[in-house]
């Protein structure tokens, strides 16, 4: 925001100070460490000190000295800045805390709610403080959190006080919005735990941490009741090893559960302690089906749905999770625990008749929609993903947080206290529901998962359902500490802040004029369903807001959050044919066309000075292609392309899944609207010159500059360079508002054939800084994209893990796919995130790419995980048997070509690696004798692979051109 906001300094001297402000400056700083012995060991570490980056300095000088710099920048005003996918408000709230006067649009409600309770609430009530309420003393631990929050005290002083508090000897102290939260958190906590509290009781002493289920199905031939599970494991953390055992009961119509602890390693190395592990923690579900435990009857997939579409997928408690002296412990369930778990639905209509709306009997997205899998097995409304004890914990407390709103008015409490803090305690009770549904799981770590692990539904078939009013993972408390804790930076960041305009509508009806700068993190083309997905909170913000406020009864009035209305062709910008009866084109054609009216809006708004900056991150090199002329249509000219690592890499998205951890930042400046449409040889030209520079010799100067030498001189590597340079050679595209091609009347060159011949040059360039040209690092050109991509990855990560987001960027850049690299081309192995034995869903993750290895080779093969870290395939496994010949006319990838002939020089047959190289004319091939080199130095000195290469390398020098024709004589014959 500040780069975007602020003019360039125009010299290193004032940019290094400027990011020293921004960033704050490394100074030395020494932590003491209390060894076992109780001696105290100092080390010297580093720390920032100063900056605005980090939590904790939300006011601190050094951001008022940036409010002033903007303001200074803008002619002594706060700058007007929109945000209209705004989203969960990461970019408003950061314009806001830099004193902009911000507006942030979005059509979900959800999201409007989140804005309000990101930028609204906080900015209107920072600063503002009021006696706690009456009840606050009968909590210890919420008194001694206050007063310890309050001032630094000893444990005497802070006895003291609760004593004072307590026997009401003296008057509460006032406190902020994120006190009163608290407070009011624990009062809907007290009454919950009241009504629930019989559900979920204590056995041996020991608190119920969460209770383990499985699904179940009949069986098709012996009639056994059979749990469906993915795992037998219910811990594998350090040294502690927990398995869930099972076997037939004495008539065979069930199993029989037992609890094994410490259960012993088995296996020489680690492959085989893996094998050991896998082969005794089985479920009864793989990929193929179930397979039942009785009989050994398998039903597949497409059975289970049948069975769920009936309504007869049934459920079953297999073990508790309790917390005992020494950590979680796990037991099997009593027969009251499973009881009361079932007489939890008697109470439901009582408690939800008491709730407007009452049971969640919404419908789901249908089967087709994007990232959903639940309707696929019968569930077809939102209640569905609830067993009965979670939705009348639910509906508990839904109930007390509408109590807690009529309580708060009785204690004389402002109209906008009273709606902000009913705000925040539903999103407490969002967080809540977030940990409280059959979607999620129990992670061998010993925590409890939560639905949203990645942007979609699928179908668990082993889930957790935790204790709401307990004191471990998904608890109510732990929900509200987290929003409180958040509410207390939010409060201090909007202190002295504009007041936002936080609007609920959709990005094309924004009627907003003079905008200074718009910087938007637009829909993600076919990416993420957001409103299906939010829809799940939704349903129960609507039941708890009703009634709060006329505005959040219009916006929370519909049964469901809008998706697309046909009548006014506007809704929701995401690329999903459900939508349109199946069909792919239309769909796709409403997200173009309600991209460009964002945009055209955009233009509109923005003053002729003002600046557009789109974020955007997509594996699908067509999502770029859509977006990107979306925005060219609609008049902006993109100048400038920044890749900025914006994803924490702990999220459970990267863990999960394979996920980009850098977005692309777009710089975009209106086009003026006089400008007449270009040439596709001329736009190729002046992209190719912005690209490389143009030389001038008589003045022994640049005069422009070489973008492509410029960054790589400036240490950008990797993906970053490529997308940096996509910036300034897409504006000589972007400036007109069509491109023709010269050769081919009334056709034009697409955004999409424009990018891949950027991507190529600049992909180029990289490579020629790989391939070895007699000691001069030019620009290579001519390779194919998968020994392109190959080359890339090796020279940046070697053979080593690699970050999946940079793997992503560049395989974009390449016109490939991740999943094409992993499972088709054979080039890269999934190392990060889950192991297959521990996908959620599993009926999806065909193990595709294999075919020619037999089981000994795949022994030797690494785990393969589902996400965050990829890596590529030694030559040694990648063992396809058509590897590096050419098929269905298409040649093979020169990487596969040298990789067969290293396979076929390590059989001593030279007869056949000559055969090889004159078949596939690999002689002459200039790019070929580079690829050779370039592989030998990527090699480790001293390895087999360097070895193999070098031999075949003089083997090819040797023979030479009396090789080639030898070839031809022997392809003659064969004619």
Same mark, same amino acid.
């Given at each position: ?20 402000? %921004?960033? &704050? ?9 209390? %060894? ?38 803008? &002619? ?26 911000? !507006? ?14 990101? %930028? ?40 003291? #006080? %609760? ?71 219910? $811990? #594998? ?8 055992? /099972? ?21 020489? *190395? ?9 082969? @005794? ?16 009857? =398998? ?49 439901? *209509? ?16 249908? #089967? +087709? ?70 979607? $999620? ?9 939560? !639905? ?14 935790? *204790? ?27 202190? &002295? ?20 700068? @718009? ?14 997905? /939010? ?38 910008l995401i690329d999903d044919a459900s939508r349109f009866g199946g069909d ?222 940079? $793997? =992503? ?19 890269l192995v999934r190392t990060g995130g889950q192991t297959a034995s521990e ?13 020619? =290895? ?6 030797d093969l690494e785990e393969e995980g589902t996400g965050s870290t990829v ?64 592989? @030998? ?27 080639? !024709?030898?070839? +031809? ?7």
């Open positions: 925001m500040i780069a975007t906001l602020l003019p360039d300094p125009g010299n290193m001297e004032e940019r290094k100070y400027l990011l020293e402000k %921004l960033g &704050g400056k490394l100074a030395p700083a020494v932590k003491k460490k209390k %060894l076992p012995s109780g001696k105290t060991e100092e080390k010297v570490t580093e720390e920032t000190v100063g900056g605005v980056l980090h939590w904790g300095r939300e006011s601190s000088p050094d951001l008022e000295w940036f409010r002033e710099k903007i303001r200074e920048a803008y &002619g002594g005003r706060a700058p007007r800045v929109l945000d209209p996918f705004a989203g969960g408000g990461a970019i408003p709230l950061e314009a806001m805390r830099l004193g902009c006067e911000v !507006t942030a649009v979005d059509i979900n409600p959800v999201a409007w709610f989140i804005l309000k309770c990101t %930028l609204e609430y906080p900015q209107k009530l920072a600063g503002q403080r009021r006696p706690l309420p009456k009840f606050a003393p009968e909590s210890p631990e919420f008194m001694a959190g206050f007063l310890k929050d309050a001032g630094k005290l000893t444990r005497k002083q802070l006895e003291r #006080k %609760l004593q004072f508090v307590q026997g009401r000897m003296f008057h509460l102290v006032d406190a902020d919005l994120a006190w009163h939260v608290r407070a009011w958190g624990w009062w809907v906590l007290r009454r919950s735990k009241a009504d629930l509290e019989r559900f979920y009781p204590m056995v041996d002493g020991k608190p119920t941490v969460a209770y383990l289920w499985a699904r179940t199905v009949t069986c098709k031939n012996c009639r056994a009741t059979v749990p469906l599970l993915k795992t037998r494991w219910l $811990c #594998k953390k350090g040294d502690k090893r927990v398995l869930l055992t /099972m076997k037939p009961n004495s008539d065979k119509t069930g199993v029989v559960f037992g609890i094994q602890v410490k259960v012993p390693l088995d296996g020489v *190395n680690t492959a085989q302690r893996r094998e050991h592990d896998k082969r @005794i923690g089985a479920g009864t579900m793989s990929r193929s089906g179930v397979v039942c435990p009785c009989c050994g009857t =398998i039903m597949a997939m497409e059975d289970l749905r049948l069975e769920g579409q009936a309504e007869r997928l049934g459920t079953m408690m297999t073990a508790v999770v309790v917390d005992g002296p020494e950590g979680k412990e796990y037991r099997l369930p009593t027969i009251a625990e499973v009881r009361l778990a079932t007489e939890a639905e008697k109470e439901l *209509n009582q408690v939800f008749a008491e709730i407007p709306f009452g049971l969640p009997e919404e419908s789901l997205p249908q #089967k +087709e929609a994007l990232g959903f899998r639940v309707p696929l097995y019968g569930f077809d409304k939102w209640r569905d993903l609830f067993i009965p004890r979670q939705l009348l914990a639910l509906g508990v407390f839904a109930k007390n947080t509408r109590l807690a709103r009529d309580a708060m008015q009785a204690e004389g409490y402002p109209s906008e206290w009273v709606e902000g803090m009913t705000a925040y305690l539903a999103t407490s009770f969002s967080r809540l529901a977030d940990y409280s549904s059959t979607i $999620c799981i129990w992670s061998l770590s010993e925590f409890l998962c939560h !639905t949203f692990t990645r942007f979609a539904l699928p179908m668990t078939w082993d889930f957790v359902e935790g *204790n709401p009013i307990g004191l471990t993972s998904g608890n109510y408390e732990g929900a509200v500490d987290w929003v409180s804790r958040v509410l207390d930076h939010a409060l201090l960041a909007a202190t &002295g802040t504009p007041s936002p305009g936080i609007k609920n509508i959709s990005a094309a009806g924004a009627n907003l004029e003079k905008l200074d700068v @718009i910087v938007t993190d637009p829909p993600y083309y076919d990416a993420i369903p957001y409103s299906d997905l /939010m829809d799940f909170f939704y349903i129960w913000l609507r039941r708890i807001l009703n009634g709060l406020s006329p505005e959040f009864d219009a916006s929370f009035g519909d049964q469901l959050a809008p998706k697309w209305d046909h009548d006014k062709n506007d809704g929701e792919k084109v239309k769909s796709k054609a409403a997200y173009e066309e309600g991209m460009f009216q964002a945009f055209r809006t955009c233009y509109q708004a923005l003053k002729p000075e003002g600046r557009l900056v789109v974020v955007f991150a997509h594996k699908d090199p067509d999502a770029w292609g859509t977006l990107v002329s979306a925005m060219i249509r609609a008049g902006f000219v993109v100048d400038a392309s920044w890749p900025i690592q914006t994803e924490r890499e702990a999220r459970m998205r990267a863990y999960a899944s394979a996920a980009l951890s850098s977005s692309v930042w777009l710089v975009c400046k209106k086009r003026p609207e006089s400008v007449r449409p270009g040439w596709d040889n001329l736009v190729l030209e002046e992209m190719v010159e912005k690209l490389h520079g143009r030389w001038d010799d008589s003045a022994k100067k640049w005069v422009v500059p070489p973008r492509l030498r410029e960054y790589w001189d400036a240490g950008i590597r990797g993906p970053d360079f490529v997308w940096a340079a996509t910036g300034p050679a897409l504006e000589a595209y972007s400036k007109h508002p069509v491109v023709k091609k010269a050769n081919e009347p009334g056709q034009l060159m697409t955004v999409s054939e424009f990018l891949h011949r950027v991507r190529r040059i600049v992909v180029d360039f990289v490579v020629g800084r790989v391939l070895p040209h007699n000691g001069d690092a030019g620009t290579a050109s001519g390779l194919d994209d998968v020994t392109t991509y190959y080359l890339l990855h090796r020279y940046d990560f070697g053979m080593d893990n690699a970050p999946v987001g940079a $793997c =992503i960027l560049y395989a974009v850049s390449c016109g490939l796919s991740d999943n094409a690299l992993m499972d088709h081309l054979d080039i996908d959620i869903e599993g009926e999806d993750s065909a193990n595709e790419g294999r075919e020619g =290895i037999s089981e000994a080779d795949d022994a890596k590529l395939k030694p030559w040694s496994q990648r063992k396809r048997k058509s590897m590096g010949y050419s098929t269905d006319g298409r040649q093979a990838p020169l990487i596969d070509q040298a990789h067969r002939l290293m396979y076929l020089w390590k059989t001593g047959d030279v007869v056949r690696v000559d055969e090889f190289l004159d078949v596939q004319g690999l002689r002459r091939n200039t790019l070929f004798h580079q690829l050779l080199q370039a592989l @030998i130095e990527l090699a480790p000195a001293g390895s087999e692979e360097r070895s193999l290469l070098e031999s075949i390398s003089n083997h090819v020098a040797a023979r030479g051109v009396a090789g080639e !024709t030898a070839g +031809e004589l022997i392809k003659l014959g064969n004619l």
